[in-house]
């Protein structure tokens, strides 16, 4: 059975799949073969310098002439709360001497990345497709983006939030459901209404715009491909699935083989950055939970947890390394994201062929 949308049509995809941006958890290699094997790649660029951005989407380009997504994320960053964040450092310093830091002495980090930059950077490189999370760009940037034909999408997680997307002008929507590992695109409603279920999410936010709508969130293998589609989306987008990928060699392998292993649940938590995210439960996150006003806002969050995530890291601790996962992780399979696109698209097919009865 041949399924084509308008939106693969639009974007060269042979498949309905888009491996779903992943920053700091996707690489060129991953992107690229992503889109070689007919879905749409997408590079998480919102971690990155413009520098390594720009390098990313031309090691991307020699590796694939297709079309793939390039991701940012857009936010206002809110005032640093001083006294929060130094209580939060004396919260953390206890789990830092743990790992065998001293929290006395920690190295000097690197600023977070420059989002006007990295914006500037991306136009110039002019992308395909661009994508955003966590709020909406400005006008200007949005039309900077439609005057070089790059197709624009935007991340919602409630319908309120599609239509204020579609009514801005982007070409296609994201409806994130709440089982969607990484942080939540919510923007307009609280992170509580935001939490709202792929399943019930797709074809609400259909209903309400006239623009296609990608379905992410716990879509791991074919089967969910095939519901997301009967649901009437466009395509799905798949980012937990594609973590354990080979050329995904960016994810540490203590995180690799907790996903692997597939016996744990995941939990929304601000504890590492200060916004709403999916992640493996650990100690940390559970620790965290205690006190969750004094956690301070995103991004404020991020430098103070960086010793201890680095720490975490060096010393292969995953009770205190962050790990990000939506809630299908058990279902992730290992293979190179080629065969994976290809056994999607099998299942998939298998499905949409004849809708399978459960069989007890
Ligand atoms: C490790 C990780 C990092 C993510 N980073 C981003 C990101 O940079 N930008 C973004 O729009 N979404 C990000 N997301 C969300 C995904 O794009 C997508 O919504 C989600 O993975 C879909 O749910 P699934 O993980 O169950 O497939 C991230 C998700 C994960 C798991």
Not at 44 to 49: D, P, Q, Y
């Given at each position: 059975m041949k399924f084509a949308t308008k939106l693969m049509h639009r974007l060269g995809m042979?498949?309905?799949i888009l491996l779903a941006p992943m920053a700091g958890a996707s690489t060129p290699a991953l992107v690229a073969a992503v889109s070689e094997a007919g879905g749409l790649g997408s590079l998480?660029?919102?971690?990155?310098?413009p520098e390594a951005i720009r390098s990313a989407i031309r090691e991307i380009r020699t590796r694939t002439p297709r079309k793939f997504n390039v991701n940012l994320f857009t936010y206002r960053v809110p005032e640093r709360e001083v006294e929060k964040a130094a209580a939060m450092q004396a919260r953390i310093a206890p789990y830092i001497r743990q790992l065998g830091g001293n929290p006395e002495r920690l190295p000097a980090l690197a600023p977070l990345p420059d989002m006007g930059e990295q914006i500037k950077t991306v136009l110039a490189e002019r992308p395909d497709v661009f994508s955003f999370t966590f709020g909406m760009p400005d006008r200007e940037t949005l039309s900077a983006f439609k005057q070089i034909g790059t197709f624009v999408i935007g991340t919602a997680t409630t319908v309120a939030e599609a239509k204020m997307l579609s009514e801005a002008g982007v070409d296609a929507v994201v409806a994130q459901g709440s089982e969607a590992g990484g942080h939540r695109g919510t923007f307009a409603v609280t992170a509580e209404e935001g939490l709202v279920g792929t399943m019930a999410l797709t074809p609400l936010i259909i209903d309400a715009v006239k623009i296609p709508v990608i379905a992410a969130g716990g879509i791991m293998d074919g089967r969910g491909i095939a519901a997301a589609l009967m649901l009437g989306a466009s395509a799905a987008a798949l980012g937990t699935a594609f973590l354990?990928?080979?050329?995904?060699?960016?994810?540490?392998p203590i995180y690799r083989q907790r996903l692997l292993e597939g016996d744990r649940s995941t939990t929304v938590s601000r504890?590492?950055?200060?916004r709403f995210a999916r992640w493996i439960k650990n100690r940390f996150v559970t620790e965290m939970a205690?006190?969750?006003?004094?956690i301070p806002s995103y991004p404020h969050q991020i430098p103070l947890t960086a010793p201890l995530r680095q720490l975490a890291a060096e010393r292969r601790e995953p009770e205190l390394f962050p790990m990000l996962a939506g809630q299908g992780f058990p279902l992730c399979r290992e293979m190179p994201a080629g065969e994976l696109v290809a056994r999607l698209v099998r299942e998939m097919r298998e499905r949409l062929e004849t809708v399978q009865p459960a069989p007890v």
């Open positions: 042979e498949h309905p998480g660029a919102a971690m990155m310098s354990v990928c080979p050329e995904n060699d960016v994810v540490h504890a590492y950055t200060g205690d006190q969750p006003a004094a």
